[in-house]
């Protein structure tokens, strides 16, 4: 991941062919745009997606990297 601004518009770039392969942990968090929030970046764990399924809410997921 690169980026960053100090002042004006931060841009952020994500090479994901550059990360390695590795195990999910409850606490892992991960990062989302949300939808009822003006798409504003939020973050959740790994543990909270986990229980959402275990509740029986059924999850769509897309992930765009560009």
Known sequence: MAGGA???????????????S?????????LFGDINDSNNLKKTTAGDIAN???????????LALS
């Not at 100090?6 to 390695?20: D, E, I, M, Q, W």
């Not at 590795?22 to 991960?30: K, M, R």
């Not at 959402?52 to 897309?62: E, H, M, T």
Request: glycine fraction near 14%.
């Open 22 to 30: 590795g195990t999910v942990a409850a606490g892992d968090e991960i």
């Open 52 to 62: 959402l399924a275990a509740a029986g809410v059924s999850l769509g997921l897309v």
């Open 6 to 20: 100090t002042s004006g518009t931060p841009s952020l770039s994500v090479k994901p062919n550059s990360a390695t």
